[in-house]
């Protein structure tokens, strides 16, 4: 079916005309040879890190590889624990589960992201790191684990995959952290032409550790310092992130813009709950979701009207089979259960018209009115 209103951008962010552009910008750099670890490459990371406020910032080959390199440098093995929100995408738990280590979860508060205060009381002496999850766009509260992680002097690491130039007060979500991982992929707010990811951190040693991790623990060409594995980020996704990564701005300012109307709007309706917004925090909206009575009925509605809503998550990843190993049932976390049953992402991306995003109300609307 086509729909009026789509969830997707890409057919609008790589319109002819830009495709164009791009395929000019890569068939200069293709006879240049330097797919790995090329100039483009190392140009985007410059870019990258200036952007998020970052000392440095390293291309892998996905955001869940920038979490799992993330870990491998702080030496997380089997054994250990890592604790982490029971409201993510699986590639959080993922990363964790690959290094072996065991993840202790724990429920979000009513901004769909990790409840700090409930941090403290899972740490034991197995504890090897934090990984909080700025999902949808929201933050964590930050300065809060900090202080946590702080006291038991364990280190943060940012799944910042949803997040990017998401802030508080200023600071950018990813650089809380030893290191912040970030997301290239399609449906992420910057993106590339298939899978990428980019490490940001501030910390010189663990900058020298990751390049070595990504590249086979290669120091140069003939020596192998430490054990590591292939996770470059290709330099000719790199030339289309250089294309793209000046209008993130844009991006980013876009969708707040698009938010706020549709806050605005909807907060008119009763059956539908806004979740909190804060003013000394910069939510980017990589998805726009509210509380929806009748949630399903509303989906269905909204669907059948050519309106491309989704769902994050219909089935909270800790009830997934995949992680009954570790003992999580049903019921275990009970916000991240009731959100599951109330959200409903709206698209709000930058390529919206302001018609669309009318439509949208319109249609909410005469939902709850019928
Ligand atoms: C997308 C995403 C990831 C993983 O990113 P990939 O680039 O697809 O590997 C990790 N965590 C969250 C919360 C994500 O949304």
């Known amino acids: ?8 951008y890409l057919p609008k962010q790589f319109n002819d005309k830009n495709i164009r552009d791009i395929l000019k910008l890569l068939s200069k750099f293709v006879p240049t040879g330097d797919f790995t670890l090329g100039k483009p490459l190392k140009e985007f990371e410059e870019k990258f890190a200036q952007m998020v406020g ?3 910032a390293l291309g892998v080959n996905s ?7 993330s870990l491998k440098a702080l030496n997380v093995g089997p054994g250990d624990e890592v604790i982490t929100t029971a409201n993510t995408f699986i590639a959080t738990i993922g990363a964790i589960a690959e290094m072996y280590a065991t993840p202790i979860l724990v429920d979000c ?5 990790m409840d700090v205060n409930q941090v403290e009381s899972k740490i034991t002496s197995k504890t090897k790191a934090i990984v909080p999850v700025n999902l949808a766009g929201q933050m964590t509260d930050l300065p809060k684990l900090m202080e946590i992680a702080k006291k038991y002097n364990l280190p943060i690491v940012e799944d910042s995959c949803q997040c990017i130039l998401g802030n ?10 030893i290191t912040g991982a970030f997301s290239l992929h399609p449906l992420k707010n910057l993106n590339v032409w298939g899978d990428g990811g980019m490490i940001v951190t501030n910390d010189d040693e663990m900058y020298d550790k990751l390049s070595l991790l990504r590249n086979h623990g290669l120091r140069d060409r003939d020596t192998v310092e430490i054990m590591g594995c292939n996770s470059r980020l290709d330099t000719q996704q790199a030339v289309i992130g250089n294309w793209l990564i000046g209008q993130v701005d844009f991006i980013t300012d876009t969708r707040i813009k698009n938010a706020n109307f549709l806050d605005n709007s909807l907060k008119e309706i009763p059956e539908i709950i806004i979740p909190p917004r804060f003013s000394n925090r910069k939510l980017v909206y990589h998805l726009y979701m509210v509380h929806a009575k009748n949630r399903n009925g509303l989906y269905d509605f909204l669907r059948s009207e050519g309106i491309q809503v989704k769902i994050h998550y219909p089935i909270p990843v800790y009830q997934q089979p995949a992680i009954a190993k570790y003992g999580y049932k049903k019921g275990d976390f009970p916000v991240t259960d009731s959100q599951s049953n109330s959200l409903i992402s709206l698209p709000a991306h930058e390529h919206l018209t302001q018609d669309q995003l009318q439509y949208m109300i319109d249609k909410i609307t005469d939902f709850y009115r019928k």
């Open 109 to 113: 508060t009513d901004n769909f992201c």
């Open 168 to 177: 508080i007060e200023g600071q950018c979500a990813g650089t809380f952290g």
């Open 54 to 56: 970052a000392k440095h």
């Open 63 to 69: 955001g869940t590889d920038a979490i799992k390199l």
């Open 1 to 8: 079916m086509s729909y009026k209103v789509n969830w997707s």
